[in-house]
């Protein structure tokens, strides 16, 4: 499994969200006026004999209206702690503040797996030291799944099974990660893509997926999963008629899911029609809305 390719993805299709998880206290101070932009790692490239140094997601944060200098987040992921080389990632963050004419830049380092890692760099003598480099490091496997598992941040809720969890919890938190991803991604062509990513690192076994099946037997074309019919359905300009029912009626199925588990209740039969006769972008709106109500009145309101 390509893991390297699979977080440069996440990370640059929502580069917010993962700065907000794997560098929570720098993230505290960027706004929703901020633009996020990916830089260019081709342009990093050097050989060193025969081993090429590539940055894996350089991120620039730019305020608009120039209130705060930009800042650079260099994010890369780990899979091996033991791999890990923080004399490599000097180089990197050297290169881009050089490229970038800049010094603000901060180093993010995402552990796949478990293990023990130099947290620090000192280069100096017994006087005085003359270098002195850290970083932001996150360690996924250490990180309880617990803690995410209502979370409204999408890089948390795709990553709750790289998280750590009792074996016997593995099911319930592959539920969560795929009503996540239904809840926080609307666009249909995200939502195949990070199935198939919850997928990979969920590895279900053949009982595990037994269970899962049977908790959603009536929702079987509602739970968006890459084995499941929701997966083929969605909304795609100048598809035919009845694949547009189709899709609005899995759509429907996914906010009455969505209702129930929220508010319990009252998401009871009394909304359904409600549900059944609004069209495809009201269906998608008010899923995007149940996460943050206050009551179902709220969603519809």
């Known amino acids: 499994m390509d ?14 969200d993962a700065i907000a998880l794997f560098a929570a206290a ?3 101070q960027i706004d929703a006026d ?58 990197y963050c050297v290169d881009l503040a050089q490229l970038c004419d800049t010094e603000r830049v901060v180093p993010v380092v995402v552990f796949l797996h478990r293990g023990g890692f130099r947290q620090d760099l000192r280069l100096g003598s017994e ?18 799944a617990e803690r995410h598992l209502d979370s ?10 790289n998280m ?22 609307a666009d249909p062509g995200r939502r195949e893509k990070y199935a198939d990513f919850i997928d990979m690192y969920a590895d279900l076994d053949d ?9 959603h037997a009536e929702e079987d074309d509602m739970v968006f999963s890459s084995k499941q019919k929701f997966r083929e359905e969605g909304r795609e300009e100048g598809r035919q008629e009845g694949r547009q029912e189709g899709a609005h009626e899995a759509a429907a199925r996914m906010l009455l ?23 495809l972008d009201e269906l998608l709106s008010w899923s995007e809305r149940v996460l943050t109500a206050e009551s179902v009145e709220d969603v519809f309101r």
């Not at 595990?208 to 049977?214: D, K």
């Not at 899911?257 to 069209?279: C, I, K, N, P, T």
């Open 257 to 279: 899911r969505q209702l129930s588990l929220r508010f319990g209740d009252q998401a009871s039969a009394s909304v359904r029609s409600r549900v059944e006769a609004g069209d």
């Open 3 to 16: 893991h390297d390719q699979n977080f440069k993805n996440l990370i640059l299709d929502y580069p917010r």
């Open 34 to 91: 901020v633009r996020i932009t990916p830089v260019r790692q081709e342009l990093l490239k050097q050989r060193f004999g025969e081993r090429y140094r590539e940055l894996d997601v350089p991120l620039q944060v730019e305020w608009p209206d120039g209130r705060r200098e930009a800042i650079l987040f260099v994010i890369e992921e780990e899979t091996q702690p033991r791999n890990f080389s923080i004399h490599r990632l000097v180089h």
């Open 207 to 215: 009982n595990e997926w037994a269970i899962y099946r049977a908790r």
């Open 164 to 185: 750590a969890y009792p074996p016997e919890a593995k099911v319930e938190v592959y539920d969560q990660a795929v009503l996540g991803l239904l809840m926080l991604e």
């Open 26 to 28: 720098e993230a505290r």
């Open 127 to 144: 006087s005085r030291d003359y270098l002195h480099f850290a970083f932001l490091a996150y360690s996924l496997a250490d990180e309880p």
């Open 152 to 161: 409204s941040n999408v890089v948390a809720r795709l990553n709750l099974l």
